[in-house]
């Protein structure tokens, strides 16, 4: 199971910090990825970040304003959005996958367990 928290409304150039927390299946996997989807839109890979070494990956828009962390003892992770422009509105939804494969991180197919979404709005 997957729980996230921490959306909601935000004045642009701010800063929100959403967390999920993983507990039973979807905690006993590989990596956890930040998702986002915008009305009529696909659903992009936002960030990423692997249980064990904590390696990471960011989406293209999203580099150096987003910060995805993970805290192991508590099996949380945590992404902390700054500089937020408009376009950053959408629902975003954690998941999990036991896929290893380096070219599979953002491919939300590839992800089998997925928390309920949490929307963020950036206003201006």
Known sequence: QLQAC???????GGSLRLSCAASGRAAS????????????KER???????????????GDSVKGRFTI???NTKSI???QMASL????TAVYYC??????DSNSWIYPNLYPYWGQGTQVTVSS
Request: hydrophobic share 30%; charged share 20%.
């Open 6 to 12: 921490g959306g909601g409304v935000v004045q642009v």
């Open 29 to 40: 996997t590989y990596r956890m990825g930040w998702f986002r989807q915008a009305p009529g």
């Open 44 to 58: 992009e890979f936002v960030a990423g970040i692997t249980w064990r070494g904590g390696s990471t990956r960011y």
């Open 69 to 71: 962390s993970r805290d």
């Open 77 to 79: 992770v945590t992404l």
């Open 85 to 88: 422009k408009p376009e950053d």
């Open 95 to 100: 998941a999990t996958t036991t896929n290893p």
